[in-house]
């Protein structure tokens, strides 16, 4: 399930301990979503750094939806997937979350934006949307709930990955999953070469339950192979 959630902030969605080192100024405010994730098929070769299955290769692709649907597929191996489109701002909406391990998927009630076209106008700007989850096989319901998200901070950066040094940007993001009984929270970085898309993916997740119990775990992922 956590590396599940990586895709979420590999768009949202996520070396051999990947290090981010932040550059002394911010993000020109020109910088937009699409020279951040180019939309055009392609396919990265990512390694896991940290969590449950270190050192695992995995492809992360971004490719066209299905025939007959609007907007793009954003995959991450055999752990998840969602699905993205524009809005009629340019701003990338979150439609879907898939996770494919848990036999699951996530319907976003409406489509969640998480990146404005121009990235640096949204930070700050908490944005919401009702969400529920179901069973793949069956399509029964298994619980509902409500989603902020919040873009913190973006920056530009430099990335130690396998493949080597990467400059590019640092997107901080928080992304909060409101549901009965229980609420995840998960603090996520996005870095992204300009023009040629995401390089490296962090998040820290927390799980309460009933407010009283907590869980705490980290995954990572870095580009494999340039």
């Known amino acids: 399930m956590v590396c599940a959630r990586l895709v979420v902030f590999f768009m949202v969605c996520l070396s051999a301990t990947v290090l981010a080192d932040e550059w002394a100024f911010a993000a020109p405010y020109e910088v937009t979503v ?27 692709s971004f490719h066209n939806g299905a025939v007959g649907q609007e907007g793009w597929r954003l995959n991450f191996g055999d752990y998840a997937g969602v699905r993205l489109r524009n809005d009629t701002t340019g701003a ?26 121009d990235i640096s106008s949204g930070v700050a700007i908490p944005r919401h949307a009702n969400f529920r989850m179901y069973d793949r096989d069956t399509g029964k319901l298994k619980r509902t709930g409500h989603a ?16 080597g040094m990467i400059d590019g ?27 040629d898309g995401p390089v490296y993916g962090s998040g820290r997740y927390t799980l309460r339950k009933l407010g009283i119990f907590s869980e705490t775990k980290t995954a990572a992922a870095a580009l494999a192979i340039r």
């Not at 180019?38 to 992360?60: C, E, H, M, S, Y």
């Not at 998200?149 to 493949?163: C, G, I, N, Y």
Request: glycine letters at 4%.
């Open 34 to 60: 699409r020279e951040l994730i180019p939309f055009a098929n392609w396919q990265k070769q990512f390694k896991i750094t940290d969590g449950k299955d270190q050192g695992r290769l995995v492809p992360l």
């Open 92 to 117: 990338l909406m979150l439609e879907r979350l898939d996770l494919f391990k848990s036999r699951s998927f996530i319907l976003y009630e409406p489509a969640l934006p998480i990146l404005a076209r």
């Open 148 to 163: 902020t998200h919040l873009v913190k901070r973006v920056s530009r950066s430099q990335f130690e990955t396998p493949a």
């Open 169 to 195: 940007y640092y997107i901080e993001i928080e992304h909060r999953m409101d549901m009965q009984f229980a609420q995840l929270i998960m603090s996520l970085g996005l870095g992204c070469r300009l023009d």
